[in-house]
Each structure stands twice: as structure tokens, then as C-alpha cells.
């Protein structure tokens, strides 16, 4: 199967890895490549690493994981010995060095940074600026085409945190490539970023409210399907419980 790479600039590329529409992206110096992201299993990181070398016209040195899901890590036992590189949490999958905060490279007139703000759509979220190219790599914590996704290991909570931390260092022209779907721009984000805060900041209020949570679905609007709610509403209520905000019950009225 040939890859077919998309130019976001002329140094930054993005291919998309089926089943999962799952965007791996090529960053392109003078003299050292890199990939965000490594598909889903040994044969397709082979494959996308050949792809990229050829594409790219010099060594793919480096692969940068944003986060431990598989169809994002996969593809990395397939890749010998490229140097890889995610943050300290992601413990699914062996690599060559890990950080705590931030880690810079340089590929020869091409600089890179990755960075972690906390928690948020898993406990080991690297965000990727390419900061002479005005692009930000934005793993799972942006989809373009679907809902987030949220699992046990996400934090609703400061995943807006995390986004605030990306978007202020940003600006009006940057692009963003999320995990899945197409290159989106900064209003995009923003929405995305108001959207997920909603989801935390609602539900806290609904639960203030005395509302619980097989009724929190259809007690307002969201803008989340039921698939995504059925997980992201459980999600909500027990990190505000783990902060002792519950329902109340509400007693009965009598006289009336």
C-alpha cells in the first residue's frame, strides 16, 4: 500500500494510517528528518518509515509519540533503530528517551519542540510545535470528523488547561494536525477547547443542581453524541466526586 503525503507546509507533511484515520505527520530539516507518531503495528511503521525516508530525501532520525493508544504506538517496534522519544507516563511501549516537560531537536535549520501541560485526553499527552513552519501536532487532543475520545486514563478536567497551554503560544495563521481527520486552523481549536470545558464545567453544574447521572444526558444540550457521552458523563462525575462534589438528594416537600 503506498502512502501519499499531504504538505501542510513545505517541510511539515501528514499521511493518514487506515483503519483508524490515524495521522502520522513528517517533519522535514536540512539534515534529519522526524515522524509524530508511528501507525498501528510493526508493518505499517516499517512501511511509513520507508515512505517518509523517501519522501523526505534525508535520514527519518527521530519518531515522537503524543500518547500511549496503540494505533499511535504501534508502528514503532517495526521501526529499528530510529531514536524515539515520548514523555515519562507512557509505559506501553519501549523508547529510547523519555522527558518530563519539553524537549527540543534540531534537524538542520528545523527546530522542534515537544511539550507536556498535564493530563488530558491520556496521562502522557506530548503536544509537537514546529515553530518556523507556525504548525502545532496536536495527537488525540483534537479530532477533526469525530468526537474526542475519552478513556479511563483521560482528565477532563485540565484537558482545557493543556489546550490553553497550546493555544497561547499560537497565533491567528497556525495549523493545527490532529490525531485523526483533517489539518484544522485556530478557531477550530478554540471550539474544540470551549466544547470540552463545557462538558466539565456542565456537568459540575448539573451535579450542583442535584441531577444524577443517568439523568445528565438529557438534562441539557451537549455537543457530544450519546456514544461519547455514555463514557465522557462517567468520566465527569467521578473526577468531581474524587473532589467531593456529588449530588445531593432532594428531600421531599410535605404540606403541599
Do not use: C
Not at 507512557?90 to 516537560?101: D, G, H, I, K
Not at 483521560?154 to 497556525?174: E, H, I
Not at 450542583?208 to 456514544?227: H, I, K, N, R, V
Request: hydrophobic share 45%; proline share 5%; charged share 20%.
Amino acid at each position: 500500500m503506498s502512502m501519499t503525503w499531504a504538505p501542510v507546509t513545505n517541510r511539515v507533511l501528514v499521511t493518514r494510517l487506515e483503519p483508524h484515520r490515524v495521522n502520522s505527520t513528517l517533519v522535514i530539516g536540512e539534515d534529519a528528518a522526524l515522524l509524530v507518531d508511528a501507525g498501528n503495528t510493526p508493518a505499517q511503521g516499517a512501511e511509513l518509515l520507508a515512505s517518509a525516508e523517501e519522501r523526505a530525501g534525508v535520514p527519518v532520525t527521530h519518531v515522537i509519540l503524543t500518547h500511549a493508544h496503540e494505533d499511535h504506538y504501534g508502528g514503532l517496534k517495526g521501526m529499528g533503530e530510529v531514536e524515539s522519544l515520548a514523555h515519562e507516563n507512557l509505559t506501553a511501549v519501549p523508547v529510547t528517551r523519555t522527558f518530563s516537560m519539553a524537549v527540543s531537536l534540531d534537524l538542520g535549520n528545523q527546530r522542534v519542540e515537544a511539550l507536556h501541560f498535564g493530563e488530558a485526553h491520556t496521562r502522557s499527552d506530548v503536544v509537537v510545535f514546529v515553530p518556523g513552519e507556525n504548525v502545532v501536532i496536536a495527537g488525540d487532543l483534537l479530532e477533526e470528523g469525530a468526537d474526542i475520545q475519552v478513556d479511563e486514563t483521560s482528565n477532563l478536567s485540565n484537558w482545557p488547561t493543556f489546550l490553553d497551554g497550546v493555544l497561547g503560544a499560537t497565533n491567528a495563521t497556525t495549523r493545527f494536525v490532529p490525531g485523526h481527520g483533517d489539518v484544522v486552523d485556530r478557531d477550530f481549536a478554540f471550539i474544540a477547547r470551549a466544547e470540552i470545558s463545557m462538558l466539565y464545567g456542565q456537568t459540575e453544574m448539573l451535579i450542583q443542581q442535584g441531577t444524577a447521572l443517568e439523568d445528565a444526558a438529557a438534562a441539557t444540550e451537549w455537543p457530544f453524541s450519546a456514544e461519547t457521552l455514555a463514557v465522557a458523563l462517567p468520566k465527569a462525575y467521578a473526577e468531581l466526586a474524587a473532589k467531593g462534589i456529588t449530588p445531593r438528594k432532594q428531600l421531599p416537600i410535605f404540606g403541599l
